[in-house]
């Protein structure tokens, strides 16, 4: 069993920083792609960034040149640095790891937190 557990969301004031983590322990033979979405009330989930085992990296456009993705493969951790955030980012964010087990499994974080005060 593959497991993600996330940390980093909290309250910020519009123009602040945070940094979100997110690590996968249990069984697996890799870890492919690694990507965040986010969830805000009433929103349909969205991919926000994604990187891929070779470090390509895509972002929303309502996040580039804010946030960026990054991952440490040793640790099996994907980070998400947010800068110049906006209230409009308030949302719940997910990891998602594209893991390979015998076969390839999507699996989700639990979510965390992120709430940008004006």
């Known amino acids: 069993q593959v497991q993600l557990v996330e940390s980093g969301g909290g309250l910020v004031q519009a123009g602040g920083s945070l940094r979100l983590s997110c690590a996968a322990s249990?069984?697996?033979?890799?870890?492919?792609?690694m990507a965040w979405y986010r969830q805000a009330p009433g929103k349909q989930r969205e991919l926000v960034a994604r990187?891929?085992?070779?470090?390509?990296?895509t972002y929303a456009d309502s996040v580039k040149g804010r946030f960026t993705i990054s991952r440490d493969n040793a640790k099996n951790t994907v980070y998400l640095q947010m800068n110049s955030l906006k209230p409009e980012d308030t949302a719940v964010y997910l990891c998602?790891?594209?893991?390979?087990?015998?076969?390839?499994?999507?699996?989700w974080g639990q979510g965390t937190q992120v709430t940008v005060s004006s």
């Open positions: 998602n790891f594209l893991v390979l087990v015998i076969l390839q499994h999507n699996y």
């Open positions: 249990g069984s697996f033979r890799s870890i492919n792609a």
């Open positions: 990187i891929t085992s070779g470090d390509t990296t």
